[in-house]
């Protein structure tokens, strides 16, 4: 194969540019998917990492992690989809990406709900803070919520 491939890049005859040409097109077009693969080992690296840190992820962050992944998915499952009968991809490979594919989908969105109602409830937090925390005196126990400050009692101690 390799000399046929020499051979077309010499100026060989046309019928050795014909056969080596789509077969040397194929193993560029079938190598593709490895750009993809090693993508998505990497985020699953980044996520198994943050996992077993002392510091954890917050809801936003891992949210965008797996929104980086389930597009990785998105592209995989096109590509193999485009390419499974050309490149030979057997159908257990095919099958097993996309459950995974749907698996971290499945993921991603209750990961994603929760960071949105993390975020909606430290907005609420904040807006009560800035309005001097509405009747009960702030956030828990009369504090004054996320701001950090702390107020003295005033008067004779």
């Known amino acids: 194969m390799s000399s046929k491939i020499i051979a077309?890049?010499?100026?060989?005859a046309l019928g050795s540019v014909l056969i080596a040409g789509p077969a040397f097109?194929?193993?560029?077009?079938?190598?593709?998917?490895?750009k993809t693969l090693q993508s998505r080992k990497d985020l699953v690296a980044k996520a198994n990492a943050a996992s077993n840190s002392k510091k954890k992820m917050t809801?936003?962050?891992?949210?965008?992690?797996?929104?980086?992944?389930?597009?990785?998915?998105?592209?995989?499952v096109k590509w193999i989809a485009a390419n499974k009968e050309w490149c030979s991809i057997p159908d257990s490979f095919a099958e097993g990406f996309k459950a995974d594919h749907l698996?971290?989908?499945?993921?991603?969105?209750?990961?994603?709900g929760v960071a949105a109602q993390a975020a909606?409830?430290?907005a609420q937090a904040r807006a009560?803070?800035?309005?001097?925390?509405?009747?009960?005196g702030g956030g828990m126990l009369g504090g004054p919520g996320l701001t950090g400050s702390l107020k003295m009692p005033q008067g004779a101690l």
């Not at 809801?59 to 995989?76: D, V, Y």
């Not at 698996?103 to 994603?112: E, F, S, Y």
């Open 8 to 12: 077309a890049v010499a100026g060989a």
């Open 25 to 34: 097109a194929q193993n560029a077009e079938c190598g593709e998917i490895q």
């Open 59 to 76: 809801p936003a962050e891992a949210c965008a992690l797996f929104g980086k992944l389930q597009t990785n998915g998105n592209e995989g």
């Open 103 to 112: 698996k971290v989908a499945g993921i991603r969105t209750k990961i994603c």
């Open 120 to 122: 909606k409830m430290e």
């Open 128 to 136: 009560q803070a800035q309005n001097g925390g509405g009747g009960s």
